[in-house]
């Protein structure tokens, strides 16, 4: 079974153009290459048709608040599709939203398990105090954080969230909230797009969980495996980020990896299932 904990669809009636406006910004970035294709419509429908070919059992969609405005539409349209049809939703929040701690426990009270944040999309490190901010509201009140880390490819000269960054946002927190044995904080990528070896020398170990959205694409068989080794199968998620890979691809990379069986078992559902079932 596997549970994707890392996806993104937009409403029906703005998904062509959100998609179309990743897609050819990613390629603007790098001199009119293509980068990005997805491999569905961006559609909620069209997460649900990825699914159901790939057999990927529930998926967990990862919103972006990219300015305060958006706060209101973004997560009330999370809490209309949260918990159905093999679907959970994240919230989502802008570090410049007013009253951030008002909102966060608004969000919790929708019955959403966490909030995504893209340090680049919101133009905010992770280490700003507007982050630091909710995070400690977010600890205190057992609210799940996933950032994006690493690289992004829509913004490849920009650096919004290194390992460096994680450790200075979080390093103080962990200790103080109790995190090494609840972590509520995790890290998109592994830790960072094409930032392996950053997260094997700074990241693994640390309270927190790492989740393998793109993987597949952008790093090998045996940098996964290692990095997997160092930080512990149990505090690995499955995803793909699809639409941005497809589901099958990342079941693909999992199945061949040099893990124990217990081990796939934990990446694939298990660790997924404590967040949004605890």
């Not at 995070?135 to 913004?155: E, K, P, T, V």
């Amino acid at each position: 079974m596997y549970i994707d904990f890392h996806t993104h669809v937009f409403p029906e009636k703005i998904a062509e153009k959100a998609v179309n406006s990743l897609t050819m910004r990613a390629k603007e970035a790098h001199g009119g290459k293509d980068m990005l294709t997805p491999c569905t419509d961006g559609t909620l429908s069209g997460l649900k048709a990825e699914m159901k070919k790939s057999g990927v059992k529930a998926s967990v969609i990862m919103p972006v608040v990219t300015a305060p405005r958006q706060f209101d539409s973004i997560n009330a349209y999370a809490a209309e599709i949260n918990g159905k049809e093999g679907i959970y939703s994240f919230g989502g929040i802008h570090p410049d939203c007013e009253n951030p701690e008002e909102k966060l426990d608004y969000i919790k009270s929708l019955g959403l398990k966490g909030v995504k944040m893209h340090p680049a999309y919101q133009n905010c490190v992770i280490e700003d105090r507007r982050f630091v901010k909710i995070a400690r509201h977010c600890m205190q009140n057992g609210i799940y954080m996933l950032f994006h880390a690493g690289y992004d490819i829509a913004f490849p000269e920009t650096d919004f969230c290194t390992a460096d960054g994680v450790i200075k946002a979080f390093g103080q927190m962990f200790g103080e909230y109790g995190e090494s044995e609840n972590p509520h904080v995790i890290l998109a990528h592994l830790g960072g797009l094409k930032s392996g070896a950053e997260t094997l020398r700074k990241l693994c170990g640390l309270p927190v969980y790492l989740d393998l959205a793109c993987t597949a694409d952008t790093m090998s068989d045996s940098e996964v495996e290692e990095i997997i080794k160092a930080h512990g199968a149990e505090r690995i998620l499955f995803a793909s980020d699809c639409p941005w890979q497809s589901q099958t691809d990342a079941i693909r990379q999992l199945e061949r990896l040099n893990l124990t069986e217990k081990e796939k078992e934990l990446i694939a559902h298990i660790n997924a299932e404590k967040i949004l079932l605890g």
